[in-house]
């Protein structure tokens, strides 16, 4: 047996026991639980089945007849002042988010999975508005650290099997990420938070609370600026957010308001390439900005840079210039919930979201294929032999005189959408009704600009601010129409046992047009991009469930639950059947290709006990086992040997066939009155391949029956250890991420490993007289053991190559956080 499956074992039959240890009384007020909703049957609006004044505590129960976990905004800033929503849930069972920066905010090298689902393969909303499906360089919304500040954050609950009917999202295959703003607080104040860390970092946040107006009315408006150095390059993560939100309530019911600003820009490093052909595999792989000069001789071979090997021994592994990300959003929604008749309300709201943004990478012109690009629009420049000396001269003067160019994706993006909720309370039944419509409109273009020997750019301003293009290699617009509608009625048979069923439909409308085709053969892999409509409809997604409450402590549940993964809808990024080498290939595609299909099952044991066992006086806990049957999986087949290559291309998509998944998660929480509590959550996913699937003219067999999904690890546990005293908190987590395949032939793998992160926290004592009215000071220290690993792995090959970023190293933070 081993240890694994000991510690798998230990907590089913302690959460079991202490299911049954103890008298039947009340929870004490200060367990912060999700609502058991059995008085109303079990339904609820999205996200509204959690507590919103949850007191900082993890649960680990869940709601209704699905397994729902939550985690309040106290604790999000536990973790670490300023995470990202998405990184915060990482202590939640099931879940896996890497990322190569402490906070979770650099969205380059972001990888998720919760229950072997990957990050694109799920649901995300604020506020029940959409977020999109988080696809890097995305066409359909935007990250939840963008739509939100993080200390603005109200709650973040995850549906780890299935997500409610009514969320708003084309990609819930797997489960769904509902972050929730807080409310404006009752009583006039100001709040203050200023963060200082390790490589240079800074983050200050300023809230306004106007406190009540007199009439039911009260807002907020918040403001952040944050700066911190990568800790391997010098590149500085940086950016302004503002956000505002208003709540107005009364007898006839409630409105609100809410608007985010958000302009950011993220310079990224390069992943490192591993395969049999690489030589050179460095565990970093920084950009050499702001080193010009020295870059400049890197590129030409005449030394080494940083000890690194020359420029042509680095391979694959070379490093660039600079390469960043720059993002600007606007977000708002006005929602207005109305009490029309006792047992009856209608919620309605209204979202607009705009984004510019481009990703930008600037690098020497002898990257190969780069000088067989530039020969397409330069025919003259290069002559017959594109590599030759005195050809890639005349390049590098066209470019500037650097011996360098930028590249970048330019994209933009309009939404404009509405949500719709009618909820009845009729009798033992809570039947609800509801719709969401979206239009996007969206543009992607692939530009290259000159990089200027005597004014070089830098990775904080846009490439477009300062000169026009030289080259325009590709343009893309594409609009899109959304629609689901679904409806759902939980019917409480007898006080303790409720039944909940409903199905949702759902329809999109898309279609592409190409003002810019790239030339033939200077996109790997394409011919043209192909343009006309792809529209996708299933009417029946059905879902079915149930909730037994067998004591007044202990709950069991069962859902089912039938949903797809609607087409990815851009030419930049993604399984998108737009961005397609050829007009043949995708109207192939269209025809006998059909969306990612997912059959999820899910049932468990979920229990809350008050217990009198010496020093434990508490209890809260989950079981819960997971099967889905994914089938239509499809895949995106790299053109380019290696993955990552700045000369990218038209992807491969494959369709290989289904995917069998079970899984089991163990959580729970023992409490030692109000000094000590301790969470522990296990996990285990088996995601694998069901088919081989073919690839090439020859038809060439791809072995991947019967191997694991790569990049989901198998084994997961997280442990939070929080102590308690009198105005003093000290808390220590643990993240166990295990072995993790690396292709999809599993011929490549990542070890697992464990890392530590803590907190010790203070609150001030400040006299009635005083100024400030709250005051507390608290010190974060991340990867306590400076952990060196594999964080995000990129997958695109069946075998013999993947990428990796590396683990970010130890780094403290110190808070004063202050309220007027």
Wanted: proline residues 5%; glycine residues 10%.
């Amino acid at each position: 047996m081993t240890i694994r499956s000991i510690l798998l074992g230990t907590g089913a039959v302690a959460a079991l026991c202490c299911a049954q240890a103890g008298t039947a009384q009340s929870a004490p007020q200060n367990i912060a639980a999700i609502a058991d909703d059995t008085s109303t049957g079990g339904l609820a609006a999205p996200g509204d089945e959690t507590d919103p004044d949850a007191d900082g505590e993890i649960i680990v129960r869940g709601a209704a007849t699905r397994s729902v976990t939550q985690l309040s905004g106290a604790e999000i800033q536990k973790v670490l002042p300023g995470i990202s929503p998405l990184k915060a849930i990482q202590t939640l069972p099931g879940v896996t988010f890497l990322t190569a920066d402490p906070w979770g905010n650099n969205e380059q090298n972001i990888s998720l999975f919760v229950h072997g689902f990957n990050a694109q393969q799920l649901g995300y909303t604020l506020d029940g508005v959409p977020l999109g499906d988080q696809q890097y360089g995305n066409y359909n919304g935007l990250s939840p650290q963008r739509a939100i500040i993080s200390e603005d954050v109200g709650r973040v609950v995850l549906s780890s099997g299935a997500g409610d009917l009514g969320t708003a999202s084309t990609s819930n295959l797997g489960g769904t990420i509902d972050t929730f703003s807080s409310d404006p607080r009752p009583t006039f104040g100001i709040s203050a938070e200023q963060v200082v860390g390790s490589y240079q970092a800074t983050r200050s946040y300023l809230r306004l609370d106007s406190g009540d107006l007199g009439d039911g009315t009260r807002l907020f408006v918040s403001g952040l600026r944050q700066r911190a150095r990568a800790w391997d390059f010098e590149g500085y993560q940086k950016g302004w957010q503002g956000n505002a939100k208003l709540v107005r309530e009364d007898g006839t019911g409630r409105l609100t308001a809410y608007f985010a600003y958000s302009d950011k820009a993220e310079p990224n490093e390069d992943a490192t390439v591993v395969s049999t052909t690489q030589t050179y595999q460095p565990y970093i792989r920084p950009f050499l900005y702001p080193n010009f000069s020295q870059a400049r001789a890197y590129y030409a071979n005449q030394r080494p840079y940083n000890g690194a090997p020359t420029y042509a021994a680095a391979g694959a592994n070379y490093s660039n210039y600079y390469s960043d990300a720059q993002r600007t959003d606007y977000l708002g929604y006005v929602k207005y919930d109305w009490n029309v008749a006792t047992g009856l309300t209608w919620s309605n709201q209204a979202y607009f979201h705009h984004n510019d943004g481009v990703g930008v990478v600037a690098g020497p012109i002898t990257v190969a294929g780069l000088p067989l690009l530039f020969s397409f629009y330069y025919p003259g420049a290069t002559g017959s032999s594109p590599t030759s000396t005195v050809n890639l001269a005349r390049l590098s003067t066209i470019f500037g005189g650097s011996g360098l160019a930028t590249r970048t994706t330019e994209y933009r993006i309009d939404r404009v959408g509405g949500i719709s909720t009618l909820r009845l309370e009729l009798g033992d039944h809570k039947i609800e009704l509801g719709g969401w419509y979206e239009h996007q409109s969206s543009s992607a273009y692939r530009r290259w600009y000159a990089l200027d020997v005597n004014a070089p750019s830098s990775p904080y301003t846009r490439p477009g601010d300062l000169a026009d293009p030289l080259i325009t290699q590709y343009g893309s617009e594409i609009r899109v129409d959304e629609i689901q509608a679904h409806i759902q009625d939980a019917w409480r048979i007898v006080p303790r046992f409720t039944i909940q069923a409903g199905f949702k439909s759902t329809f999109q409308r898309a279609s592409q047009q190409v003002p810019v085709q790239p030339i033939p053969g200077s996109f790997t892999g394409s011919r043209e991009l192909p343009v006309g409509r792809l529209n996708t409809s299933k009417w029946f997604l059905p879902q079915a469930g149930a909730l037994w409450d067998v004591t007044d402590h202990e709950q069991v549940f069962v859902n089912a639950q039938r949903n797809i993964r609607q087409f990815q809808t851009s030419a930049a990024a993604g399984l998108s059947p737009f961005a397609l080498g050829s007009q043949t290939l995708f109207d192939f595609f269209r025809t006998n290709t059909k969306p990612e299909t997912s059959l999820t099952y899910e049932g468990g044991i979920r229990t809350r006990r008050t217990l009198a066992l010496g020093p434990l006086t508490g209890f809260d806990g989950q079981i819960s086992y997971y099967h889905v049957d994914f089938s239509n999986r499809l895949l995106a087949i790299s053109p380019t040997t290696t993955i990552t290559a700045i000369v990218s291309g038209a992807p491969i998509i494959a369709n290989v066939g289904s995917v069998t998944t079970d899984g089991i998660d163990v959580a729970g929480t023992f409490r030692f009155g109000e000094l000590f509590s301790l969470y522990d959550a296990v996990s285990y996913n088996n995601s694998r391949y069901d088919d081989n699937y073919t690839v090439g003219a020859a038809q060439t067999v791809v072995p991947t029956a019967g191997r694991k999904v790569p990049g989901s690890p198998d084994w997961l546990n997280k442990t939070v250890a929080t102590l308690h005293g009198e105005g003093v908190e000290l808390q220590v987590i643990g993240d166990y991420i295990g072995r993790r395949y690396a292709t999809y032939t599993n011929d490549l793998k990542v070890d697992g490993y464990f890392t530590l992160s803590g907190r010790l926290g203070f609150d001030m004592p400040v006299g009635e007289a005083g100024i400030a009215k709250k005051l507390s000071v608290s010190l974060n220290v991340t990867n306590i053991t400076n952990k060196k690993a594999a964080s995000t792995i990129s997958v695109g090959a069946a075998s013999g190559t993947y990428n990796f970023f590396p683990l970010a190293p130890r780094q403290v933070f110190a808070t004063i956080s202050a309220g007027f």
